[in-house]
Every structure is written in C-alpha cells, then in structure tokens.
C-alpha cells in the first residue's frame, strides 16, 4: 500500500486548504486513516482519524470545530478539510492508514504513511 498525501501549501492565517491522501495498490475501504502532523522542533501529533465504515470520526482538541475529515471510497481517497487555519497548525502532516477498521489516535497504531505535505500558515 502507497499513501500519497497532497493538497499543502502557504496560506494566511483564516483561510482554508484541503489536503488529500490519495491510496494504492489495494482499496483502504474498511481500513481506518488517519492525519497526523509534526511542527519544527516538536513530535509527530494526532490530528484526526476515521474509522473504515466512515461512521465514527475524532479530531484532537486544538483543531475540533475547524477541521473535518472524510474519505471517498471510489477513489480510495481521504481528505483533511481545513477551516480557520492559525499560525499554530503549521506543520508537515502526514497521513497514515491502519490493518484494522476501528479509527486510532497514536502513530503506534497505524501501519502505513504517506510522505507528508508542507503546511505553512503566515500571521
């Protein structure tokens, strides 16, 4: 399995980007995914996750009410929509899909990982 994570960029602070991770080589649909992302100088963070039916999403506190996760499962595809975006949500994030269909929030859990996108948000 490939996870080709895409979608990052610069933008000012209060706007949007939407990142997309892209699979193959098998379909991912009852797998969970995940993004996480990790800032200069810091560790690799949970940002969200959804379980592989799609029915259970969680998003960790700082970004709860901004971002939103999905998946399309025709196109095998995850998205992170980013709203409201905040200096702080700098980062490289990067996507990760696990064996099992039940959603995780530590980087332990997952077995896959797409390369990372570059996000960077200016004051």
């Known amino acids: 399995v490939q996870l080709q994570a895409s979608g990052g960029g610069l933008v000012q602070a209060g706007g949007s980007l939407r990142l997309s991770c892209a699979a193959s080589g098998r379909a991912l649909s009852s797998n969970a995914m995940g993004w996480f992302r990790q800032a200069p100088g810091k560790e690799r963070e949970f940002v969200t996750a959804i379980s592989g039916s799609g029915a259970r999403s969680y998003y960790a506190e700082p970004v709860a009410g901004r971002f939103t996760i999905s998946r399309a499962y025709a196109k095998n595809t995850v998205y992170l929509q980013m709203n409201s975006l905040k200096p702080e949500d700098t980062a490289v994030y990067y996507c990760?899909?696990?064996?099992?269909?039940?959603?995780?929030?530590?980087?332990?859990?997952?077995?896959?990982w797409g390369q990372g996108t570059q996000v960077t948000v200016s004051s």
């Open positions: 990760a899909a696990r064996y099992y269909t039940n959603a995780a929030n530590t980087a332990t859990e997952y077995d896959y």
